[in-house]
């Protein structure tokens, strides 16, 4: 492993630090989302006003008629969502200069695809497992593993079935399947007929979505959408031992520039997942191989670049 450049060091601190803000403003701007207006009051008495909020979706809300205190209420809502829309417009602006300075410097050696894929999919209800995971550990360490260590063509999820209620509810927000959300990255992307938990682009990059085994009352099979194309995810081994452990969550940074959020495993539940993962004689003698590589590099991260972790 090689230590990043002292400049693309500084370029990355600097760009995380607005990356970051980014998100603070944009779940403050969450909280001023909709509007709010005046209502003229019925024909009878036509001066009287009702101070009305609106949802994103349409939906409004009488909050009673026009008083001092809802007249504050509607200057301070006004004035919140004016600052909120110049900060999160002019922080997008400066973190595309970033984005454009990431490149021009070689800051990042993630594929794009799997950054788009990971702004797109920003949820809590996945987990990056398997070799993708070491960018976030690399990308916190600020070292770069060896390209053997990194080497794989997909990318393993881990979902929450904890949480499939709640995450129902937010993917028929932004579609009607998780397919489709692949699909607004890569329009090529299918679901594979022999592996119904894979999906697969044109190029051959692959995104499995794996779950814990069954336990309490977890439903089984489970398929993520109504929809006649989706995921059917699958059950993995010991995966309950990677949904239970700390998270770790590092900013990642694409070849072309592009920023996202990676949440994955903690370091040491990686190392302790991969070793066992190693001593399975079950397992192919080459990704057995692997599997100590990997966790001899994590360990190594640990011990000499994240001992606060």
């Known amino acids: 492993m090689l230590e990043i450049s002292a400049a693309i060091a500084r370029q990355y601190i600097d760009a995380i630090a607005t990356f970051e803000a980014l998100e603070e403003a944009q779940e403050e701007a969450a909280q001023v989302r909709g509007g709010m207006y005046w209502h003229a009051g019925p024909p ?69 695809l799997v950054v788009a894929l990971l702004g797109r999919l920003a949820s809590p209800h996945f987990r990056v497992v398997g070799t993708h995971a070491l960018y976030a550990y690399e990308a916190a360490a600020g070292v770069r593993l060896d390209s053997d ?30 397919l489709g959300v692949l699909k607004k990255v890569d329009s090529t992307f299918r679901i594979r007929q022999s592996q119904k938990y894979t999906a697969v682009n044109k190029d051959g990059f692959e995104v499995d979505i794996i779950r814990r085994e069954r336990a309490g009352d977890d439903p089984h099979p489970i398929k993520l959408s109504d929809e006649d194309e989706d995921f059917w995810v699958v059950q993995a081994r010991r995966a309950n031992v990677l949904l239970d452990s700390p ?40 990704k057995r191989r692997r599997d100590v590589l990997q966790a001899d590099a994590v360990q190594t991260l640990l011990d000499k670049y994240l001992p606060q972790v």
């Open 149 to 178: 260590t990194l080497a794989t063509r997909d990318i393993d999820l881990l979902w929450d079935t904890r949480k499939r209620i709640l995450f129902s509810t937010q993917l028929a927000k932004v579609d009607s399947s998780m």
């Open 247 to 286: 998270g770790f969550s590092a900013v990642i940074v694409a070849t072309n520039g592009t920023m996202a959020r990676m949440n994955t495993v903690h370091p040491a539940t990686f190392v302790a997942f991969k070793r066992w993962m190693a001593s399975q004689t079950g397992r192919e003698a080459l």
């Open 44 to 112: 009878s008495s036509p001066e009287s006003k009702y101070l009305v909020r609106t949802t994103p979706a349409g939906a409004e809300t009488s909050l009673g008629s026009r008083t001092p205190e809802n007249e504050a209420i509607f200057e301070r809502f006004t004035q919140r969502k004016r600052e909120s829309v110049e900060r999160v417009s002019g922080l997008k602006a400066a973190l595309e200069q970033h984005q454009r300075l990431n490149r021009a410097l070689r800051v990042g050696r993630v594929d794009p």
